[in-house]
């Protein structure tokens, strides 16, 4: 008998909460750290939401609520639902969860028995790949191309959907590529999953950079296409779009009264429910007029970082970067550094199991942090199923222009450090 169950070896990580480990080491060795690694926004909440949070407290609104959610942010989110993407959704179908990652918890126990295919796009955000492979349903990664701006299209879907396909995940704008689906290829998309795809196939929906899109874009749902409202879970949240990552409000838009109760039912077996004095301040976010203006000024700020930072990384030898179009990173194509480094050959020289816990783009990663300060994320944090000789790396640009700068800075004179990486693989002895 073992003391933890045989499923927590299928249960993967979130990297980048993860690597916060090897940076306490580093900054323990007096390393200044520059943090590319967390999709953390430099803003705070706006001033007007915090008040009225802290109204509520003052108040006493700081006890049990329904597990659902306080009907006034329900009936918000459902407002925003159906103003945003132009379906009907009334609040009964709405739960409020301690923010966006739980509506994927329990969109897998909700509907994923196993042996079930989950389609899923890789890379993507790395709890789908972990949910599937912990409930021991069939990972199904549709890889999205770097050619075609990490996009995928009707093809794409058409040939990665069987009979045996259960749920399919999207996420636009996308972490970690910010690729965006247009309206075009979700029609397309949504065809396939009418066509193809049974009555009861439930696509997830994953909303959460929706206010997060570039030169005048806006945000296109799934949900919205026909046919396709009566089978997709929509999840959003709080923390990317109005910069209220620790307030931990996060929702989701259910098809049915009856999946709703499903979801308010794994609420109560986890959480209870979300402190009601922080959803009035999210309810705030949707109904007052200033938050639209903050939200414009930090999206604003995104952009004329992307803007800075993508030919900047385009101007180093053996970087290619992509233009994201959305959410507030870049994933540039490294393999050229890996290879003028030698990270290939390194890990080509690596014992089989030190390999199968690595990458040449994560070799590259640790390289960064531990001898030059940089906190970035590989390939493989995005899904490993499919990856291998994938090599790209995520930087988050929700920091400073200034931190930004300096760390290209640094990425420039790392990627012609040959030397530099041979005595780190030497002497840090990582992968032994």
């Not at 049990?64 to 132009?86: K, L, M, Q, W």
């Not at 794409?156 to 996308?174: M, N």
């Not at 990317?240 to 307030?247: Q, Y």
């Not at 990663?365 to 970035?376: H, K, P, V």
Request: with cysteine.
């Amino acid at each position: 008998m073992a003391v933890l169950a045989n499923r927590l070896s299928a249960l993967a990580t979130e990297n980048a909460f993860k690597l916060g480990e090897d940076i306490q080491r580093c900054l323990d060795r007096g390393l200044d750290v520059i943090r590319f690694n967390l999709g953390a926004p430099d803003f705070r909440s706006a001033p007007h939401l915090n008040k009225i949070a802290i109204g509520e407290l003052e108040a006493g609104n700081s006890g049990y609520c329904d597990p659902a959610g306080v009907a006034s942010f329900r009936e918000a989110i459902a407002a925003h639902v159906r103003n945003t993407r132009e379906i009907e959704m009334s609040a009964d179908r709405i739960v409020v969860t301690a923010g966006a990652k739980p509506p994927i918890g329990y969109t897998f126990q909700a509907y994923v028995d196993p042996g079930d295919e989950v389609v899923y796009p890789s890379p993507g955000f790395p709890i789908y790949e972990s949910w599937v492979t912990f409930l021991g349903a069939t990972p199904v990664p549709l890889q999205l191309e770097e050619e075609a701006g990490f996009a995928f299209t009707a093809e794409d879907l058409a040939r990665t959907v069987t009979e045996r396909t259960k749920l399919v995940i999207i996420c636009s704008p996308s972490n970690p590529t910010g690729g965006v689906l247009e309206p075009d290829e979700l029609a397309g998309i949504a065809e396939v999953i009418r066509t193809r795809c049974h009555p009861d196939v439930r696509v997830y929906s994953d909303e959460i950079y929706e206010h997060i899109l570039f030169e005048g874009a806006e945000h296109h749902s799934i949900a919205s296409e026909p046919g396709l409202p009566e089978r997709t879970v929509i999840a959003s949240g709080h923390s990317k779009g109005f910069a209220m990552t620790g307030w931990r409000l996060g929702w989701a838009a259910l098809p049915t009264v009856e999946e709703a109760s499903v979801f308010k039912q794994l609420n109560i077996n986890t959480i209870s429910c979300v402190p009601p004095f922080l959803q009035e301040g999210g309810r705030a976010a949707y109904e007052d007029p200033r938050t639209a203006v903050a939200v414009n000024e930090m999206v604003s700020a995104f952009e004329r970082r992307r803007d800075w930072v993508v030919p900047a990384l385009n101007a180093i030898d053996g970087i290619g970067c992509q233009n994201p179009k959305g959410a507030f990173y870049v994933f540039p194509n490294v393999a050229g550094i890996c290879e003028r480094l030698g990270v290939i050959a390194a890990y080509e020289g690596l014992a089989t199991e030190s390999r199968a816990r690595t990458t040449p783009a994560g070799m590259l990663q640790m390289f960064l942090l531990y001898r030059y300060g940089i906190a970035t994320m590989d390939r493989a944090s995005f899904g490993r199923i499919g990856s291998s000789g994938q090599h790209f790396l995520r930087l988050s640009i929700a920091n400073s222009m200034e931190e930004i700068q300096r760390g290209v800075g640094l990425l420039a004179d790392a990627s012609v450090d040959a030397e530099g990486f041979a005595r780190f693989v030497d002497e840090e002895g990582l992968w032994a």
